[in-house]
């Protein structure tokens, strides 16, 4: 069983539409990561978060710590958020993150 | 600033011939990280340097060789090419290990024949 744990692996949805992107997790934490890849390939740090909740324009992302689970939520969604979104722990004691395969997200005009 | 560079961008091998993967950051980072990128997989780490004059494996060392030339600089070496090595690479930088955010470069694509 894989550390991380990322679903759906693929979503498409109509412009607009609030998205979800969930992370499971099944170590002790120090913080988790939320990134996105484009479809070029280039990777991007949207979030670091250890508890609670940040938001970045129509973007939010939750930490529910002691059920080892973060959501990632898009308001609006527009065809450029489309991307694959990728979820990363850092383990108590550990200077190294564990990647999660990530979520494919489609986003329809 | 450039950020986080990677060259080249695409290389392609013959097995067993050898190359390097060149990495430099201009932000002053104290950690360089080099990734491998494979289809269904996460990222997984190959080595890591969180200071100047430092390197340690990561999950997928074998095969791989690091320098940490200096500050900015942080090359991968591949000895000896396999096939399995065909994969997108990335190198990342950090200013205190990973509990700081991750600036990734735009990454190296290698397909070894």
């Known amino acids: 069983k894989n550390e991380v744990e990322q679903s759906p692996q693929n979503l498409t949805a109509q412009e607009g539409e609030f998205i979800t992107i969930n992370c499971s997790y099944s170590v002790g934490i120090s913080a988790l990561h939320w990134l996105q890849q484009h479809p070029g390939g280039g990777i991007v740090s949207l979030f670091m978060l250890s508890s609670g909740k940040k938001k970045h324009g129509r973007l939010i992302a939750t930490i529910n710590i002691q059920e080892k689970h973060s959501s990632l939520h898009i308001t609006a969604s527009h065809p450029r958020d489309s991307a694959v979104y990728i979820c990363?722990?850092?383990?108590?004691?550990?200077?190294?993150?564990?990647f999660g395969t990530g979520t494919r997200l489609t986003i329809i005009p | 600033n450039a950020g986080v560079t990677q060259t080249p961008k695409f290389q392609v091998l013959k097995t067993g011939q050898s190359m390097t993967l060149q990495c430099a950051q201009d932000?002053?980072?104290?950690?360089m990280y080099w990734y491998r990128q494979d289809p269904g997989m996460g990222l997984r780490l190959i080595y890591y340097?969180?200071?100047?004059?430092?390197?340690d494996k990561g999950e997928v060392p074998n095969g791989y060789n690091v320098s940490r030339l200096n500050k900015r600089e942080f090359s991968l070496r591949l000895e000896s090419a396999a096939p399995s090595q065909t994969s997108v690479y990335f190198c990342a930088s950090s200013e205190v290990r990973a509990v700081e955010t991750q600036y990734f470069g735009p990454g190296t694509r290698l397909l070894v024949l």
């Open positions: 340097s969180a200071s100047e004059g430092t390197t």
């Open positions: 932000m002053n980072h104290n950690s």
């Open positions: 990363a722990v850092r383990g108590r004691g550990n200077e190294k993150l564990t």
